[in-house]
């Protein structure tokens, strides 16, 4: 149980263009999802949170209307790069909790997207 | 979140258990211990976590010192698909609705054949 779906697991796109990542919990609700960002031999960097049907808490210095998130349904978390650089190239990893207790439940992730911008 | 302290590599023989060590001195009382582990290029999978009592599931166990500073999580037969980035988090109500999980730079486990 618990899993996490992330769609697609690889893009490249031409800069200045727009790609939708989206993140779906398959088999529970998940109230608040978690987007995060990978640079290669780096840690894994929070970017926002967000919790269904409310708008996004972005972490510090990460720019909301570049980085456009959705949480439209309990199941469905989408996020958004808009008019893409080079520099936004990296590994996207979003994770889910479901409505159980908040700390002693693990949160589960997805698989990730390798976004190029050439 | 209080902050972890993790080796940056270890190696350890195929079949061998592995112990990786965390230390999290200033772990508040009602914060959890986490472990997560990545293998490359793939998103974090969950493996255990515990609050004080030591903890033990399919994949490993979790020891927990009893001043809560420290922890080790132990893969008793480690196999070469164990090879991954390993990171210990500490995650709870320090920070009041703060649920997220903090990631560190981890313990890269290497299992030699």
């Known amino acids: 149980g618990a899993v996490v779906s992330q769609h697609p697991s690889r893009v490249i796109c031409k800069s200045g263009t727009s790609v939708k990542i989206e993140c779906r919990s398959l088999?529970?609700?998940?109230?608040?999802m978690f987007w995060y960002r990978q640079f290669p031999k780096k840690s894994l960097m929070l970017m926002a949170t967000?919790?269904?049907?409310?708008?996004?808490?972005?972490e510090q210095g990460v720019e909301k209307d570049k980085f456009l998130i959705n949480h439209a349904s309990l199941t469905l978390s989408t996020l958004t790069v808009t008019s893409a650089h080079p520099e936004d190239s990296s590994f996207y990893i979003c994770?889910?909790?479901?409505?159980?207790?908040?700390?002693?439940?693990?949160?589960?992730f997805g698989n990730g997207t390798r976004l190029t911008v050439t | 979140d209080a902050k972890t302290t993790q080796p940056p590599s270890m190696d350890c023989a195929e079949g061998r258990a592995a112990n990786l060590p965390c230390n999290h001195s200033?772990?508040?009382?009602?914060?959890?211990v986490y472990w997560y582990r990545q293998i490359h290029s793939q998103g974090p999978q969950y493996i255990i976590h515990?609050?004080?009592n030591n903890e033990t599931n399919e994949m490993a166990s979790l020891i927990i010192t009893e001043d809560r500073k420290s922890s080790t999580l132990i893969l008793p037969h480690a196999t070469l698909r164990d090879t991954a980035v390993y990171y210990c988090?500490?995650?709870?109500?320090?920070?009041?609705?703060?649920?997220?999980?903090?990631f560190g730079t981890g313990t890269r486990l290497t299992i030699i054949p």
């Open positions: 994770s889910a909790r479901g409505q159980e207790k908040i700390y002693n439940s693990p949160l589960h």
């Open positions: 088999d529970f609700q998940a109230t608040t």
């Open positions: 967000s919790n269904e049907g409310s708008k996004a808490t972005y």
């Open positions: 200033t772990i508040s009382g009602n914060e959890y």
């Open positions: 515990g609050l004080k």
């Open positions: 988090i500490v995650r709870g109500r320090a920070n009041f609705g703060n649920e997220k999980l903090t």
